[in-house]
């Protein structure tokens, strides 16, 4: 376990929302892998510059399940139940949870949608929709993006359910009194994932927060 000792979730906090990324590894035996997190709230076009250089992976963002259905959206693997030829697609990947996808989306503001400053405005306008006081916001979704898009949705399932990066850094926010609302990408290396130790060593550097599902489930 991460030695956690003069690390409070103040600390976590402040570093959120100064915007600086947290390093979150989910679990041996699991995915194994480490994602680059940051709260959207603060998310700019340098934020997402890092995840694409740094991490590497896929850049999306998390919110709970309950703020999706705000939104309409539901899980992918749920929508395809009944299609006649997605739902023989729907399947366990190895790590035996089903994925958290709903949607790839852009804003309507955007260009093209993949440039640095396209995601980063796609995923403030997400944060926003799904943290402001709108009292449609369903239709205001859909008014205001458009799919597919450069920026997939996920969305926790919850920790008694599923518990990989989705459900971890939208419990992170919780824990800290923040929106469930976060950016997270997987930390790649040469031609895999990045190994454990690299990601701690990459955090070390960096000086930034480097924390194990086992360390959030037992905050």
Same mark, same amino acid.
């Given at each position: 376990?991460?030695?956690?000792?003069?690390?409070?979730?103040?600390?976590?906090?402040?570093? #959120?929302?100064?915007?600086? &990324?947290?390093?979150?590894?989910?679990?041996?035996?699991?995915?194994?892998?480490?994602?680059?997190?940051?709260?959207?709230?603060?998310?700019?076009? @340098?934020?997402?510059?890092?995840?694409?250089?740094?991490?590497?992976?896929?850049?999306?963002?998390?919110?709970?399940?309950?703020?999706?259905?705000?939104?309409? #959206?539901?899980? #992918?693997?749920?929508?395809?139940?009944?299609?006649?030829? $997605?739902?023989?697609?729907? @399947?366990?990947?190895? $790590?035996?949870?089903? &994925?958290?996808?709903?949607?790839?989306?852009?804003?309507?503001?955007?260009?093209?949608?993949?440039?640095?400053?396209?995601?980063?405005?796609?995923?403030?306008?997400?944060?926003?929709?799904?943290?402001?006081?709108?009292?449609?916001?369903?239709?205001?979704?859909?008014?205001?993006? $458009?799919?597919?898009?450069?920026?997939?949705?996920?969305?926790?399932?919850?920790?008694?359910?599923?518990?990989?990066?989705?459900?971890?850094?939208?419990?992170?926010?919780?824990?800290?009194? #923040?929106?469930?609302?976060?950016?997270?990408?997987?930390?790649?290396?040469?031609?895999?994932?990045?190994?454990?130790?690299?990601?701690?060593? $990459?955090?070390?550097?960096?000086?930034?927060?480097?924390?194990?599902?086992?360390?959030?489930?037992?905050?």
């Amino acid at each position: 376990m991460t030695d956690l000792s003069g690390l409070s979730l103040s600390n976590i906090k402040k570093s #959120l929302l100064n915007g600086e &990324p947290l390093i979150v590894y989910d679990f041996d035996g699991r995915e194994e892998e480490a994602d680059m997190v940051f709260y959207a709230g603060t998310v700019t076009w @340098k934020s997402v510059n890092q995840l694409r250089k740094d991490a590497g992976g896929l850049v999306c963002y998390v919110t709970g399940k309950e703020e999706a259905r705000k939104i309409g #959206l539901n899980f #992918l693997t749920d929508e395809w139940k009944t299609h006649p030829v $997605y739902q023989s697609l729907i @399947k366990k990947p190895s $790590y035996g949870d089903y &994925p958290s996808f709903l949607i790839w989306v852009n804003h309507v503001s955007v260009s093209t949608g993949i440039s640095d400053s396209d995601r980063a405005s796609t995923i403030r306008e997400l944060h926003n929709l799904l943290t402001d006081h709108i009292e449609n916001k369903e239709e205001f979704f859909m008014k205001n993006f $458009y799919a597919p898009g450069h920026i997939p949705v996920l969305a926790s399932r919850g920790l008694d359910e599923r518990r990989g990066h989705t459900e971890l850094v939208a419990r992170i926010a919780e824990l800290v009194g #923040l929106p469930r609302s976060m950016v997270i990408a997987e930390m790649l290396g040469d031609g895999k994932s990045l190994k454990r130790a690299n990601a701690e060593e $990459y955090a070390r550097k960096n000086k930034l927060v480097f924390l194990e599902g086992k360390d959030i489930i037992g905050m």
